[in-house]
């Protein structure tokens, strides 16, 4: 696997296999590589010919500092592990490479999708720089696809509006969430979590699996799953920043879990650390009532 800085080497690197009509994957992430990264990576190997990962802190998506600064890096493991994992190129450039002097320019997808949950919560400059950044990722490399991960849900769904909205020529997958053995999900701020913190992180996940619960077992009423999946999380003494029942595709609250799948989305503060996660209800129509 090959490490390429610039804008100029990234393509230069690309261009023999673009001009061979081999297809090119990228994975974008911020690094400090886990297992939910390395699916996306081992995804990336197995659908396309050329696998990019980019592996980029984006200062400008940081609503605090102190994350940003805290933010684990790792440059020699991340690389380590990503050519284990299949890729062909880490594309690992400098802040001033991406935000060069005088960058003036910012992608915005406004309204409910960026607004609301982790729009609401981390405020809206967050997504936006998300989508700055991934937009000139995508222009950067021009892949055929690019893989993110179902476990920061409304990320992956702003990106498909982005794309979608800017007629950009790429495909997005979305990779289920990985998870650690106990429900965990995977996340680079997992390694914060120290002693008591990391059994008490486990709180999002059992929400998430009591409200499949109660749906499993005929509940309807959206109020009544919430009030289960806030049970089990009171259980861990955590309280959600927010525990929401939203349509997966406009984030509009649904009043009912009713035939149609339903995204239940969790972010809390666990000792000093945030977590997010999610579930996608998808009651069957002959599940009891
Ligand atoms: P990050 O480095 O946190 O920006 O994440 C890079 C990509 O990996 C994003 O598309 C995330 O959604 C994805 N990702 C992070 N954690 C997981 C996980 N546990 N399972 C699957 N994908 C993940």
Do not use: W
């Amino acid at each position: 696997m090959k490490t390429v800085r610039t804008v100029a080497d990234l393509r230069a690197a690309l261009q023999p296999p673009r001009r061979a009509g081999r297809t090119i994957g990228l994975v974008p992430t911020m690094g400090a590589l886990h297992d939910g990264h390395l699916e996306l990576i081992r995804r990336a190997r197995a659908g396309c010919d050329e696998v990019v990962v980019s592996l980029f802190v984006n200062p400008a998506q940081f609503n605090d500092p102190g994350d940003l600064d805290a933010y684990p890096r790792d440059e020699r493991r991340d690389a380590d592990l990503a050519a284990q994992a299949g890729a062909d190129l880490l594309f690992a450039p400098p802040v001033g490479e991406v935000y060069p002097p005088g960058f003036a320019t910012k992608v915005v997808v406004s309204g409910p999708l960026t607004e609301t949950l982790e729009g609401a919560h981390r405020g809206p400059e967050h997504f936006h720089g998300v989508t700055t950044v991934v937009t000139k990722l995508l222009c950067m490399c021009l892949p055929d696809v690019a893989f993110f991960g179902q476990k920061d849900a409304q990320q992956a769904l702003v990106v498909r509006r982005l794309v979608r909205d800017l007629d950009l020529p790429v495909h997005i997958e979305t990779v289920p969430t990985v998870r650690e053995d106990d429900g965990l999900a995977r996340s680079s701020r997992n390694v914060h979590l120290q002693g008591a913190d990391r059994d008490r992180a486990v709180a999002l996940s059992r929400a998430l699996r009591a409200a499949e619960g109660a749906v499993a077992a005929g509940e309807r009423d959206a109020a009544a799953v919430r009030e289960r999946a806030l049970a089990a999380m009171t259980h861990f003494d955590v309280e959600p920043e927010y525990l929401a029942l939203v349509d997966p595709e406009t984030l509009e609250p649904v009043a009912e879990v009713d035939g149609e799948p339903v995204l239940v989305a969790v972010a809390a503060h666990v000792g000093s650390t945030r977590l997010i996660d999610n579930t996608l209800l998808t009651p069957s129509p002959g599940a009891p009532r």
